[in-house]
Antibody, heavy 120, light 108 residues
Framework: VLLVQSGAEVRKPGESLRLSCQTS????????ITWVRQGPGKALEFVAR????????DINPSFQGRVNISVDKADNTVYLKWTTVKASDSAMYYC???????????????WGLGTRVTVS | EVVLTQSPGTLSLSPGERVSFSCRAS???????LAWYQQRAGQPPRLLIY???HRAPGIPDRFSGSGSGTDFTLTLSRLEPEDSAVYYC?????????FGQGTKLEIK
């Protein structure tokens, strides 16, 4: 199982941004995908999650209106789009898979290596 | 929002020792959907424990989790140098996931 994330991005405040997370090695529609970010020296922060089977989404209210999460089933990829970024959005962004064990969710069991986003 | 408070903030211990980290939730964690992660410098987090007490595949039995409701504990026994990392708790029982602020462990 692999989650391969897109490369580092640099944006100016007010610009848009799209990150990608391509999955492989498992049935894409069977596991939720979550985006988590981590500012420099900071803790982990939930951004959004999506169920690839029906594209149901949950977005952190702190980012509501600026963030969209979507899937492309044709190439097993999840996208995180920011309509407008701020300097405070500078962070490492990780995608992670929500595991399943005995029909119960089992934590974020597989992580991508991260995408560094700089807004300046 | 379920707020997770971890303690202590930082620890410095010697190889071979045993340590416990605490994670306290502001309300009951639904279905005990509480996980622990290890994050070494420059790496993504690694899942250690899910469902409060279940070890993830490939995690040594030196790592154990316990607790339910609002109080959870991660215990590491027989510390090794590679255990130096930040440890996070995470609740995934609500649609708004939350994480603790982390406990930094240094192995002297």
């Amino acid at each position: 199982v692999l989650l391969v994330q897109s490369g580092a991005e640099v944006r100016k405040p007010g610009e848009s941004l799209r990150l990608s997370c391509q999955t492989s090695g498992y049935a894409f529609t069977t596991h939720w995908i979550t985006w988590v970010r981590q500012g420099p020296g900071k803790a982990l922060e939930f951004v959004a999650r999506i169920d690839p089977s029906d594209s149901y989404t949950d977005i952190n209210p702190s980012f509501q209106g600026r963030v969209n999460i979507s899937v492309d089933k044709a190439d097993n990829t999840v996208y995180l789009k920011w309509t407008t970024v701020k300097a405070s959005d500078s962070a490492m962004y990780y995608c992670a898979r929500l595991g399943m064990a005995a029909y119960r969710h089992s934590g974020l069991d597989v992580w991508g290596l991260g995408t560094r986003v700089t807004v300046s | 929002e379920v707020v997770l408070t971890q303690s202590p903030g930082t620890l410095s211990l010697s190889p071979g020792e045993r340590v416990s980290f605490s994670c306290r939730a502001s309300e009951r964690v639904s279905s005990n959907y509480l996980a622990w992660y290890q994050q070494r410098a420059g790496q993504p987090p690694r899942l250690l424990i899910y469902g409060a007490s279940h070890r993830a595949p490939g995690i040594p039995d030196r790592f154990s989790g316990s607790g339910s409701g609002t109080d959870f504990t991660l215990t590491l026994s027989r510390l090794e140098p590679e255990d130096s990392a930040v440890y996070y708790c995470h609740q995934y029982g609500t649609s708004l996931y939350t994480f603790g602020q982390g406990t930094k462990l240094e192995i002297k």
